[in-house]
């Protein structure tokens, strides 16, 4: 009798230990590579989040993404890329894969099912990059804000119209969209008022922010009239 052949499930390649994979726990705050570092690996987040950042010379920090589970990072060393061109350390307590280089360019030459995937991806990726290259060029920081927190809200993924996210601070905001720490809170505290988000412990964003994303001027709740005799 013939053995049944086991199909590919690249779920399971990103789950478990393996040839060239590891899987460690980082805690908050801890780096997994910085700027300058040898490229030779792509990490998979399992758990958590993982910010990224780049440093100029002058020493000033740009965050490039806040990423989350199921998420890439680290994919140029397949280009290539012989240094890191960015920073990652863990925003929150996290579960990362690290994947060598030999044994990822091994599984997109051998398994289909995990080229497709990771192609979705970088073309995700790709989407994003441009997108934010669009929101730098155009937009003003109060509406580079209000995508910013919806895009860490996860918005439109899953049918989730209201997200709760992680803790972010102002300053990794204000890094992330390219202002100061005070307008970023002028911000939120108008969004606030407007009913946009709520603070509980953690931040919540609702649907309704997507209004400042779409229109020149944001809705403004309309105040009761004084009453003056």
């Known amino acids: ?13 990103l789950a478990k230990v393996g040839d060239g994979r590891t899987i460690a726990r980082h805690r908050k705050n801890h780096k997994l590579f910085s700027q300058g570092d040898a490229a030779d690996s792509v990490f998979y ?12 010379e002058q020493g000033r ?15 140029g060393c397949l280009a290539g890329q012989p240094k890191r061109m ?10 990362v894969m690290k994947i060598e280089k030999h044994a990822i360019v091994d ?24 997108e ?12 580079r804000l209000a995508r910013t927190l919806l895009l860490l809200a996860n918005f439109g993924k899953e049918g989730k119209p209201e ?41 919540e964003v609702h649907s309704s922010l997507l209004s400042v994303v779409l229109t020149d001027h944001p809705p403004i709740k309309k105040e009761a009239p004084s009453r003056r005799k």
């Open 86 to 95: 960015s920073s990652a350390i863990a925003h929150t307590d996290c579960e």
């Open 61 to 75: 920090e740009a965050v490039i993404a806040i990423l989350a589970k199921d998420e890439f990072l680290g994919e």
């Open 163 to 203: 997200a709760i996210i992680t803790k972010v601070s102002q300053e990794t905001l204000a890094e992330m969209i390219g202002t100061t720490r005070s307008r970023v809170s002028f911000f939120m505290n108008k969004f606030r008022k407007l009913g946009f988000i709520d603070y509980n412990g953690k931040l």
């Open 1 to 13: 009798m013939k053995r049944a052949v086991t199909e590919f499930d690249p779920k399971d390649f």
């Open 107 to 130: 599984v997109l030459k051998d398994h289909p099912a995990f080229s497709q995937l990771f192609v979705a991806h970088l073309l995700t990726r790709t989407i994003r990059v441009q």
């Open 132 to 143: 934010d290259l669009v929101d730098q060029l155009f937009n003003s920081s109060e509406k």
């Open 45 to 56: 987040i399992q758990k958590g989040e993982i910010k990224v950042s780049v440093l100029s």
